[in-house]
């Protein structure tokens, strides 16, 4: 497991560009040495690398001012992983009420949660392809992961992403991470002008948990059932030894009248 100590801005340390050093036991033999890897949040200076790096990752074409916000706004957690000053790796995410989730994501949580909870949306995570498989986008997840479940962070119950239906590593990635698909999403991206599918992945945090199924019900009046026939069990065993208890003191009673 990965440990590493977070700066930001406001708790930078002496030198202002190491910003975290990892200790980390891959099982793989690292292409770089994951000891070395810092993680800092993006400064607007990162924006042309990040969207170089972008490019080559992902096929969606964002525009500028989206990078310009993610390297800018505090409104993201946008974490870059640093190897040799080279970013190599970046996770961006974005904290929101779940009443303002589009509706394909509606039923990530249940109504009664939904109304004042909060749910974490991954907007993109990435590692460059050389670096892949050494537990880099791992330790971004958990970097995501720890910010998320902090106690001033406990109204957010769910993190959830999106994801082209063929893309395999990622949906390796996330189904490892414990995150389960959500929904089936036709023809959610545009991609160079082609519909291609997408996935809606979840994972539950600080207490959050998926709306009940049918089957959830059931086993919950089932086991409701079953105290009930407890308490049925208990009751009949108490007027039992009632019963008993009068029998023996008319019968006492009588015995000292004879
Ligand atoms: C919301 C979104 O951003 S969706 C888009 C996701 N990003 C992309 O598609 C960009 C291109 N892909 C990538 O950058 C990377 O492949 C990522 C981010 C998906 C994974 O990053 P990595 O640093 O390689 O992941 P990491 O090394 O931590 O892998 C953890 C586990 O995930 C699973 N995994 C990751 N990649 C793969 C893969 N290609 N095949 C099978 N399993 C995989 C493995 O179980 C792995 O553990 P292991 O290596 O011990 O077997």
């Known amino acids: 497991m990965a440990q590493f100590t977070l700066y930001n801005k406001h708790n930078a340390p002496p030198n202002n560009d190491i910003i975290t050093r990892v200790d980390c036991d891959c099982e793989h033999v690292p292409l770089c ?8 949040f993006l400064v607007p200076d990162d924006l042309t690398e990040v969207r170089t790096l972008c490019q ?9 001012s989206w990078y310009e916000d993610i390297t800018s706004s505090s409104r993201f ?11 190599i790796g970046l996770i961006v995410a974005e904290i929101k009420p779940y009443r303002n989730v589009n509706k394909e994501d509606k039923g990530i ?3 009664s949660m939904g109304r004042t909870a909060d749910v974490g949306y991954i907007l993109s995570l990435g590692v460059h392809r050389s670096h892949r498989r050494n537990g880099i986008g791992s330790l971004l997840l958990d970097a995501l992961m720890n910010h998320l479940t902090t106690v001033e962070r406990h109204a957010v119950k769910a993190i959830f992403l999106h994801t082209l239906t063929t893309n395999q590593p990622a949906i390796f990635f996330y189904e490892k991470r414990r995150f389960t698909l959500h ?7 545009n991609i160079r002008g082609k519909g291609k599918d997408g996935f809606t992945y979840v994972t539950y945090i600080n207490g959050g948990h998926p709306p009940w199924t ?3 019900h059931f086993k919950h009046y089932a086991s409701k059932l079953r105290h009930t026939g407890s308490l049925c069990v208990w009751m ?19 015995n000292a009248i004879e």
């Open 183 to 189: 929904s089936f999403l036709p023809y959610y991206y």
């Open 236 to 254: 009949v065993s108490r007027v039992q030894q009632m019963v008993r208890w009068f029998y023996h003191k008319l019968l006492t009673r009588f």
């Open 33 to 40: 040495s994951v000891n070395d890897v810092q993680l800092r």
């Open 56 to 64: 080559e990752w992902f096929p969606i074409d964002y525009p500028l």
């Open 77 to 87: 957690f946008a974490l870059a992983a640093v190897y040799n000053l080279a970013i």
């Open 109 to 111: 949580l249940p109504d």
């Open 214 to 216: 049918l089957l959830d």
